[in-house]
């Protein structure tokens, strides 16, 4: 039997501490992925203006694709990249772990055409206002375009002489009534008047019935959980990391205040479920507080138990952080870490203010992972409820 890859052991162990199943914690981490990217398009469009918020964000989507191009050679055993049939595969690849439904139809010297049946976004998208979703989703073709340059750019490393010009007549995201997303690319030798494959009229969606969709995509692929899991739990830290880096690198003087708005998004939303899955209406005790507080640590994967509890206050301690973790595997500097602390601590005090308790409380931190300690340990002293 074949060892299981750091990364399986990586999920595996965070399902344990978050009481999930390899199945559940795929999903979500899908969902909370393309989520996330969403809501970095849509803090960084009104903080650093539409046409650097909308660079920066195509920036962290060209890294993604340099990580995936290197998954790419790896597990396809490519050393060089000569010509586009095999850029083509190693397309096919990438969108393959999005994941995708990609279907080659045609990959030959000169043109290279692919179809994107199905893909996790917009599937597992936001689920936001509709004027917002199709704002977002109109720039997401766009993006489409970037990720293919970014690939293509890969490939000249690798040795492609050819320049590849990069076509996408339909788009899922954009088009709504789009069977397929279509992806063309030709060298300057093709014929561009040359007769596309047919799309073919269905929608992949309506033949999932009532299956869980990434359930259905990994059959179609001949793909298991535990080839999708770990990409998507890692991809989701991964994401943050490389939106804070672009705010740093590209917009420093701002890149403080926009990474905690962009964590502020979600206190809201978290709290709210909480309250509901816990039963809880206005918070009457610590015991309740703590409970609150857990519930939205767990909504971002960070695994917190009661370590002790008075009438007057709560210690919650944290053993695993996979914001430090994905952080390690990209040797992120130390101003990132530093950023996880602060955003933490600014994300329990919005929880202890949305539930008006930040009049009633003291938050403190007395150890935190972000900073190097081996454990993460908050006290909330309650001065009354």
């Known amino acids: 039997?074949?060892?299981?890859?750091?990364?399986?052991?990586?999920?595996?162990?965070?399902?344990?501490?978050?009481?999930?199943?390899?199945?559940?914690?795929?999903?979500?981490?899908?969902?909370?992925?393309?989520?996330?990217?969403?809501y970095i398009w849509r803090t960084f469009k009104p903080a650093l203006g539409e046409e650097d918020g909308l660079k920066l964000y195509g920036n962290v989507w060209a890294a993604l694709a340099g990580i995936s191009f290197g998954n790419a050679l790896r597990?396809?055993?490519?050393?060089?990249?000569?010509?586009?049939?095999?850029?083509?595969?190693?397309?096919?690849?990438?969108?393959?772990?999005?994941?995708?439904?990609?279907?080659?139809?045609?990959?030959?010297?000169?043109?290279?055409?692919?179809?994107?049946?199905?893909?996790?976004?917009?599937?597992?998208?936001?689920?936001?206002?509709?004027?917002?979703?199709?704002?977002?989703?109109?720039?997401?073709?766009?993006?489409?375009y970037v990720y293919i340059w970014a690939l293509i750019e890969e490939a000249k490393k690798k040795g492609l002489k050819e320049d590849i010009l990069v076509d996408l007549p339909s788009g899922r995201c954009r088009d709504g009534a789009a069977c397929a997303c279509q992806i063309i690319l030709r060298t300057r030798n093709a014929d561009p008047d040359r007769h596309l494959p047919e799309v073919e009229n269905r929608f992949v969606d309506l033949e999932m019935g009532n299956q869980e969709p990434v359930t259905y995509v990994l059959k179609k692929q001949k793909r298991r959980l535990e080839d999708q899991g770990p990409?998507?739990?890692?991809?989701?830290?991964?994401?943050d990391f490389l939106a804070w880096l672009q705010l740093y690198t590209h917009a420093r003087k701002k890149s403080r205040d926009v990474y905690l708005k962009l964590w502020r998004t979600f206190p809201p939303m978290w709290v709210r479920e909480a309250r509901l899955e816990c039963e809880i209406g206005r918070v009457k005790s610590v015991k309740e507080l703590a409970d609150v507080i857990i519930y939205c640590e767990k909504k971002k994967y960070t695994a917190y138990r009661v370590s002790s509890i008075s009438e007057k206050s709560v210690v919650l301690t944290s053993e695993a952080d996979p914001f430090v973790q994905v952080a390690d595997m990209f040797n992120a500097p130390k101003a990132y870490r530093d950023a996880l602390a602060e955003v933490d601590r600014d994300f329990v005090s919005n929880i202890l203010k949305l539930t008006k308790m930040d009049k009633k409380a003291v938050l403190s931190f007395k150890s935190h992972m972000a900073k190097g300690a081996g454990k993460t340990e908050m006290e909330i002293k309650v001065k009354q409820i």
Not at 89 to 107: D, E, S
């Open 75 to 144: 597990d396809l055993k490519i050393k060089e990249v000569k010509d586009l049939p095999t850029l083509g595969k190693i397309v096919q690849y990438c969108f393959t772990g999005v994941p995708a439904l990609y279907v080659i139809k045609r990959n030959e010297k000169d043109e290279h055409v692919g179809h994107v049946l199905w893909c996790a976004n917009p599937a597992y998208g936001p689920a936001d206002c509709t004027y917002c979703r199709h704002d977002y989703y109109r720039q997401e073709v766009y993006l489409t």
């Open 231 to 239: 990409g998507s739990f890692i991809g989701f830290f991964a994401v």
């Open 1 to 38: 039997m074949a060892s299981k890859s750091p990364e399986l052991k990586f999920i595996e162990a965070h399902c344990k501490a978050l009481d999930k199943s390899l199945k559940d914690l795929t999903v979500e981490a899908l969902r909370s992925l393309f989520g996330h990217v969403y």
